[in-house]
């Protein structure tokens, strides 16, 4: 693929989708109209997405048709990591500092996360909450519109694509595609390789959105606070919606535990020092 | 040199058999399993007692069997080693154990070998012999070694192995590769052959890898078509960020 490269800013990350020809500019509108969309249902940065007006009013909320599938692999995960991987952890975020307004300031206190069962009903698209919450999609958010984005491009036949959002990629292709995962004490540095042909790959890291003190978001739902055991992870799958998930869950669960339920490879790194990976990871490891 | 090489396998069907028949310990597991994959002559002594220590059902021509007194369960092995090199491919049987996770999820992954030490740094660069998908399925717990090995020094070659284990779904299998070279493991992979559901998790659990070295290389050495790390960000949180970092310089 000599690719023609498409490169923009969304969703407060930098995206690229490269295609072996340029894409044709209504096919560019419907990708920024697709993705416009997608932000303003779920995005919490934006007050005038679905997913703020909900956490103002609380009650019931009719989601589009896309938050099916995710709505079902939060629950799933819920489920699969004890409650460790939650849409209920945005209002932790801000408390850490994380907020719409990027104020990267701790706010006194402790924050708590409140059980799914004890707040949150999904019926379908349908999603009621007892009280007002704020939901975040940031486990599995952008995954998700990276497979949407890719589906888009998979009905317009454009042949082999790499979605490329900051990392996360999903991709179609002949050949081996050398994907490098970033140490995540070093940035200059990557830790091994990972070759993806078709499918998906998600990494996720407390290193890069980090403000201070231990501050990142990956928040661990029983505490409140950061996650702290896991450094990094990376995970190829089918779906870069899993992959982004499960890159989150493994922050949080064992391996073993969602290979029960999931086909996927990764690598991850405990805070406690080396690099754990399945037999099935495809790549390389510099150790 | 035969019951040297035996230790190996046995200790990692032992191996195998233990992770197999517990849920727990990814990691410490797997380690201690390359461990002794890793360990040098020196250590065959260790592998034999590991293999003692596992307490699996197995038993071959040249060690006695040790008394099964866990849910760990038999094992079974072929070896064979190849005269010269080791680009030969360990002669498994073809029949097939229906295994269709096993086919889809292995792929073979390459790993630059540790540095030092004996310690369990996955595996070297890709060796010239695929390892066998297909498992023997004999059900004779029976290990064939060639015989005349070099003084103190393993042969170089490719043997595979399946082990067997009890499960709560009934009998599991794994299958294993190993590429031996100057008495070495220089590369290990593990088949899959369970089915679906429980087996399988408990497999997949086995089919974990643990590295105490993290070296890292820079990017600019490398040929990357992508990196993956957390995202690199690109509008209000970094402005934020050098917004937090000015402010925290002025108040010095």
């Known amino acids: ?287 | 040199m035969r019951t040297n090489r035996t230790g190996y396998l046995m200790a990692m069907l032992a191996g195998l058999a233990i992770v197999g028949a517990s849920t727990g310990g990814v990691v410490a597991a797997t380690s201690h399993h390359n461990d002794t994959l890793a360990a040098d002559a020196s250590a065959s002594a260790a592998a034999q007692s590991s293999t003692a220590a596992a307490s699996s059902a197995a038993s071959s021509s040249t060690t006695s069997g040790s008394t099964a007194s866990s849910s760990a369960a038999s094992s079974s092995a072929t070896s064979s080693s190849a005269e010269s090199s080791s680009a030969e491919v360990a002669p498994s049987s073809a029949a097939a154990s229906s295994a269709p996770r096993a086919t889809t999820a292995r792929t073979p992954a390459s790993r630059t070998p540790a540095s030092t030490t004996t310690a369990p740094k996955t595996t070297a660069p890709p060796t010239t012999s695929k390892p066998s998908t297909s498992a023997p399925t004999t059900s004779k717990p029976s290990i064939s070694t060639s015989t005349a090995a070099a003084a103190s020094q393993f042969k170089d070659g490719t043997y595979s192995a399946t082990g067997s284990y009890n499960s709560p779904g009934g009998t599991e299998k794994l299958g294993v590769t190993l590429t031996i070279a100057s008495d070495k493991v220089t590369k290990s992979e593990l088949d899959l052959l369970g089915g679906a559901g429980l087996s399988h998790s408990f497999q997949a659990a086995f089919a974990a890898g643990y590295s105490d070295l993290v070296i890292g290389k820079d990017i600019s050495g490398i040929t990357l078509g992508a990196v993956s790390g957390s995202s690199l960000t690109g509008m209000g949180f970094n402005d934020a960020l050098k917004q937090i970092e000015s402010q925290a310089r002025s108040q010095q």
Request: glycine content about 10%; some cysteine; overall charge negative.
């Open chain 1, 1 to 287: 693929m000599s690719p023609s490269r498409e490169v923009f800013d969304a969703i407060g990350t930098s995206w690229s989708i490269e295609t072996a020809t340029a894409l044709p500019t209504p096919l560019l509108v419907t990708i920024h109209q697709r993705i416009e969309q997608f932000d303003r249902t779920y995005s919490r940065f934006r007050p005038d997405s679905l997913v703020s007006a909900f956490a103002a009013t609380g009650g019931s909320c009719e989601f589009p048709p896309d938050a099916i599938a995710l709505l079902h692999l939060y629950r799933e995960l819920y489920e699969l990591t004890g409650g460790r991987v939650s849409p209920l952890v945005g209002s932790a975020l801000e408390h850490l500092g994380y907020d719409a307004g990027y104020s990267l300031r701790r706010r006194p206190g402790s924050a708590t996360v409140p059980r799914w069962t004890d707040v949150l009903t999904v019926e379908g698209t349908t999603v009621s909450a007892r009280k007002p919450v704020l939901l975040d999609f940031g486990a599995a958010g952008k995954g998700y519109l990276i497979d949407l984005l890719a589906l888009i491009l998979r009905e317009h036949d454009v042949g082999d694509y790499l979605v490329d959002g900051s990392g996360d990629l999903a991709r179609r292709g002949q050949d081996v595609f050398r994907v490098g995962l970033e140490h995540p004490a070093d940035p200059t540095k990557v830790i091994g390789v990972a070759n993806v042909t078709s499918g998906a790959l998600c990494g996720s890291a407390g290193n890069r959105r980090a403000w201070g003190d231990g501050l990142h978001h990956i928040v661990d739902p029983r505490t409140g606070e950061p996650a702290t055991e896991i450094l990094a992870t990376w995970v190829v799958a089918e779906s870069a919606l899993i992959a982004d998930g499960l890159a989150t869950a493994l922050f949080f669960a064992e391996p073993r535990d969602l290979a029960a339920r999931f086909s996927f490879s990764y690598v991850r790194m405990p805070a406690t020092g080396g690099v754990e990976y399945s037999t099935n990871f495809d790549g390389e490891l510099f150790t």
